[in-house]
């Protein structure tokens, strides 16, 4: 028993060591550091991908910095401040979440998180489903396959979040109408961007009106090693999101709200 143990350790102790040493500085600058179990989940996470992809299309940033900065570290430096109480019960979701981004880094990260994944093609949500188990999430993490616009109508789902998130889904106006319907009083929308001005800015402020939200902060960083500029924009209630809200399927994206 002694010895298949220690075989098993020589074996897996390198791979995970070296991407301790890899990626110590990404967790250096978020302020955060995994935990063997977290590392070893973000690995498995990575070869379930490579994996998966090979047959169904699902991402090209898997590769070494790829995955580590281009969806590990871009998912997570938002939550720099969450990452401070990673066992605080939250309820989140992810809208348009494809491979599993942001949302199944938050899903590790935070462990005292439960997440709800959302996305409207099913070859997606049933790789995620593999994945969640692969990586052993099944239980706090959900896979819902369907339109952002029926899950922010739906009564189980609307009102009920307190981190809404959405990566490259949409203009920041259409993932405002995805994400605000669906949070709780004291909840936030973390619109993820690339590039921010001023004029979008303005356009996310007249678009958040009808929904009764506001901008609570906005905060940029620039990626590890040149990896482009990112933006987040958090979103609060001021009150209820009205019941007009998400319009029907569809119309969000062709008829932005603020245009
Ligand atoms: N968030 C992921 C995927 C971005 S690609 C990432 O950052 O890597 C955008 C995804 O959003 C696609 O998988 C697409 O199917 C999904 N999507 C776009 N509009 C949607 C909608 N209205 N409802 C549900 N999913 C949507």
């Known amino acids: 028993m002694g010895t298949i143990l220690n075989n098993f350790q020589v074996m897996e102790l390198p791979i995970k060591n070296n991407v301790q040493i890899q990626t110590s500085s990404l967790w250096e600058e978020l ?19 490579i994996k998966l992809n090979r047959n169904i299309n699902l991402t090209r940033l898997l590769q070494g910095n790829d995955f580590w900065i281009g969806q590990v570290f871009d998912s997570l ?7 401070k109480s990673p066992a605080k019960c939250r309820s989140c979701i992810d809208i348009g ?16 998180s439960s997440i709800i994944l959302v996305d409207a093609i099913k070859r997606k949500t049933n790789a995620l489903k593999e994945i969640a188990s692969e990586i052993g999430l099944s239980k706090r ?14 009564v189980s789902f609307r009102g009920k979040f307190d981190i809404a998130v959405a990566r490259a889904v949409a203009e920041a106006p259409v993932v405002a109408e ?5 949070l709780n009083k004291e ?9 921010w001005n001023d004029s979008d800015q303005q356009k996310l402020k007249k678009a ?21 500029i990112r933006h987040v924009i958090r979103v ?4 209820p999101c009205p019941k007009d809200y998400p319009r029907a399927v569809g119309l969000p994206k062709k008829k932005p709200l603020g245009c």
């Open 178 to 182: 995805y994400l605000v319907p669906l």
């Open 208 to 228: 958040i009106k009808p929904l009764k939200a506001k901008i609570q902060t906005i905060s940029s960083k620039q990626l590890p090693k040149d990896r482009g």
């Open 141 to 154: 993490v959900c896979v819902q396959t369907e339109r952002a616009e029926v899950v922010g109508n739906d």
């Open 77 to 83: 430096w938002p939550l720099k401040n969450e990452l």
């Open 187 to 195: 909840g936030e929308a973390l619109i993820y961007r690339g590039k």
């Open 31 to 49: 302020g955060w550091q995994p935990s063997r179990e977290q590392i070893e989940q973000l690995i498995t996470l990575q070869e379930t991908l």
């Open 97 to 112: 979440t494809g491979c599993g981004f942001p949302g199944l880094a938050i899903a590790i990260a935070l462990p005292g």
């Open 236 to 239: 609060a209630t001021t009150a």
